[in-house]
């Protein structure tokens, strides 16, 4: 079992409609179950008292060419004691390896983020993944993901919009994820994300996080995010960009 503890958090992340599940996937070739939590926090107080949570848990079993895993996660934030950040993730996948660095993979997921007027988000999806790592270096990776997922999203009412209700359609799903080694105790990890939608192309969802770890010793390890989401037809009270940086540490065992 792998469990990682965020110790120290700068900046809390922002959601997206673009939940990064590359970053986190546990990318081990161990038979059996394994999985990691993770959990931060951080505050302040005098001029503004500020609080913000959040932890996550990743479940994961894998049986030869086929993995299965679970994630949750959860945010909550306040500000002067008035709540302002709240959201929820579950997300469950299946792949399962057909041919040499090939696999399929389905998928299920759900979420909410109430400062987004986001009350339901379901995705049910699935497509084909890629390992065209050919380095032959452990801590290098290379994937490429394609396919499509059925989306239904909820948007709540609020003063001065227009855009309330519930709106069905059909995304495509790519995605690029790699993992280079800088140095003996350096690395450096991106993801891309695109997500148009299938029925008017104008309506698409990018993100990009590009992650520096930086290893201090063989159980921890400093963590450097720049994440910057962009989405052309946001709720009409949200903005089209988001980026957002973090820093943190890393514990493992």
Not at 162 to 183: C, I, M
Request: aromatic residues 10%; contains cysteine.
């Amino acid at each position: 079992m792998r469990c990682l503890l965020l110790l120290i958090t700068l900046v809390p992340s922002v959601a997206s409609a673009i939940v990064n599940i590359e970053s986190m996937r546990v990318d081990t070739e161990r038979e059996g179950a394994s999985g990691s939590f993770s959990l931060s926090a951080s505050g302040a107080s005098g001029n503004s008292d500020t609080s913000t949570a959040a932890l996550g848990t990743y479940i994961q079993n894998r049986r030869g060419e086929r993995t299965d895993f679970a994630i949750l996660t959860y945010n909550y934030g306040s500000s002067d004691g008035e709540k302002n950040v709240d959201r929820t993730l579950l997300h469950l996948r299946h792949v399962q390896g057909f041919a040499p660095r090939q696999a399929w993979e389905a998928f299920v997921q759900w979420q909410k983020d109430e400062f987004k007027r986001l009350s339901h988000r379901g995705l049910l999806g699935g497509g084909l993944r890629w390992d065209l790592n050919h380095s032959g270096k452990a801590d290098s990776r290379l994937y490429v993901g394609a396919g499509a997922f059925y989306e239904n999203e909820r948007l709540e009412p609020r003063a001065g919009t227009t855009d309330a209700g519930t709106e069905t359609t059909v995304r495509g799903n790519f995605y690029l994820s790699l993992q280079q080694p800088l140095s003996e105790n350096a690395t450096l990890a991106s993801t891309t994300y695109f997500q148009p939608s299938l029925k008017q192309f104008s309506d698409r969802r990018l993100v990009e996080q590009g992650v520096l770890f930086v290893e201090i010793n063989t159980s921890t390890r400093i963590k450097v995010s720049l994440d910057v989401s962009y989405d052309s037809e946001p709720p009409q009270d949200v903005k089209k960009t988001d980026v957002t940086y973090t820093t943190g540490i890393d514990w493992s065992f």
